[in-house]
């Protein structure tokens, strides 16, 4: 992953998502999507991007909230205003390399909730190079939906729970 491009997310933005999970674990949200959401925390490497898929700006780091083959729900300490968003996550050992079309930003607390539904997978991650772009991203076929594996569960740990201090 590309984790010399973006830093480690706050510690305080991964602990409050976390107990964010935990209470939704425990209350059994209703879900009213048409492909429901896997819970799951885990840190993405985040590159805004144009309609060719080429960076536009800065990588940062955000947290997901949730996950499914159509989309995820993502938390940062900032507000989204970017239209499409290249993701880069680690599901199990396969690294994810995603285009997603923001579809709101919403307030949560001292943070701001994001949901996106995923357009393309992409063989590359895009990359930026501080003055300049590099060249156009190739989308690989497919519907624009993120196979989601055994590793993507109500019970995977959450973030705190896997790391040893």
């Known amino acids: 992953m ?4 973006a830093q480690e997310p706050p510690f ?4 409050f998502v976390e107990r964010y999970v935990r209470n939704l674990r425990n209350d ?3 879900e009213r999507r048409a492909t429901p959401r896997d819970l799951l925390v885990v840190p993405v490497t985040v590159q805004p991007v144009n309609s060719q898929f080429q960076a536009i700006g800065q990588p940062f780091t955000i ?3 949730d996950i499914s083959p159509a989309g995820a729900g993502l938390v940062h300490v900032e507000p989204i205003h970017d239209e499409l968003l290249a993701l880069q996550m680690q599901l199990g050992d396969e690294v994810v390399n995603m285009v997603s079309k923001v579809s709101w930003c919403k307030p949560l607390g001292p943070f ?3 949901g996106v539904q995923f357009v393309a997978k992409l063989k590359r991650f895009p990359t930026w190079g501080g003055d300049s772009m ?4 190739e989308a690989s076929g497919g519907n624009g939906q993120l196979t989601v594996g055994a590793c993507v569960r109500d019970t995977t740990p959450l973030m705190s729970e896997t790391t040893t201090s």
């Open 134 to 137: 590099e060249g156009l991203n």
């Open 63 to 65: 947290i997901t909230r």
């Open 12 to 15: 305080h933005l991964v602990s």
């Open 112 to 114: 701001y909730r994001i």
């Open 2 to 5: 590309h984790s010399d491009i």
């Open 28 to 30: 059994a949200e209703i």
